[in-house]
């Protein structure tokens, strides 16, 4: 039986895809961050010492928060990952380590692909950057997993709420121009796995893109949603300068999955379906 350790499995898609794999039938140790602290070196070596795969879920998320805590996003974002690759290959572990579509700066008027050249806007952003080169450049076998605009059950994010947001009537200003792929943890879970458990996925080694195709925004996300839980609209929609923030967003996110579907792996469903099946698994609609 493949032993699988997940890192970072307090988070959203770390929880989703330690539950997934344990019903598919794979040994999972499912480490949080007092569990295992993927800065510290030692106890990433600890954490890995029997797996046969490891995924590095673990990171510093909060966007604004690491514009002044610099340290703490690029230990978590860029020196864990090192941690995570180093000891992976020296132990013949095979490795995965999560990213974000917000290395790039979001200037393309098309989606990006793993090849295009990333030029981060944020701390967050490029300590994330700072994560991918320093895992690759330890560990060249490992694989880059990009994902964007994660959302599901018990997650903190806004994205996340939305459905509770809408429900309780709050008075929510979304954005109505940055592009977007609204992505459930669910299915990027299910993608993930199947990455891990095929032939295929075995072999893939360098970047790849993960989300859930189409293209909308986060305020016609949300006006879908409120008509799927039968609430009116009352949202208002307002150009990404609105929004202040201590961070910088990109304006486009959109994601061309060339990777996956190139080695046959890619299963991800359209936003809109993913929204569809976080609502009949999750709340219930």
């Not at 879920?57 to 909060?62: D, H, I, Q, S």
């Not at 990333?118 to 080169?133: D, T």
């Amino acid at each position: 039986m493949s032993s699988v350790v997940v890192l970072g499995a307090g988070g959203l898609l770390g929880r989703h895809l330690s539950e997934l794999l344990r019903a598919r039938g794979f040994e999972v140790s499912a480490l949080d961050r007092a569990a295992c602290d993927v800065g510290d070196g030692a106890a990433v070596a600890r954490a890995i010492s029997l797996a046969s795969t490891v995924v590095n879920c673990a990171a510093f998320t909060n966007v604004d928060a690491a514009e002044s805590q610099v340290d703490a996003a690029w230990r978590a974002n860029a020196l864990g990952p090192e941690h995570v690759g180093r000891i992976a290959a020296a132990r013949g572990v095979r490795a995965i380590h999560i990213s974000t579509d917000f290395v790039f700066d979001g200037a393309k008027a098309t989606p990006y692909d793993e090849l295009d050249r990333p030029n981060p806007l944020s701390v967050y952003a490029r300590s994330k950057l700072g994560g991918e080169e320093l895992f690759l450049r330890a560990n060249p076998q490992g694989l880059v997993v990009r994902v964007q605009g994660l959302y599901g059950e018990g997650g903190a994010n806004f994205a996340s709420k939305l459905h509770e947001l809408l429900r309780a009537k709050k008075p929510l200003k979304l954005d109505a121009e940055r592009k977007v792929q609204p992505t459930w943890a669910g299915a990027a879970a299910a993608q993930l796995a199947r990455i891990i458990d095929s032939e295929s996925g075995s072999h893939a080694a360098g970047i790849a893109h993960l989300s859930c195709t189409g293209a909308t925004t986060w305020a016609a996300y949300t006006r879908r949603l409120s008509e799927k839980l039968g609430l009116p609209f009352t949202s208002e929609e307002v150009p990404t300068s609105a929004l202040v923030a201590p961070a910088a967003r990109p304006p486009n996110c959109l994601f061309e999955h060339r990777m996956l579907r190139l080695r046959g792996l890619f299963t991800m469903p359209s936003w809109e379906a993913a929204q569809d099946s976080f609502l009949q698994a999750v709340v219930g609609e």
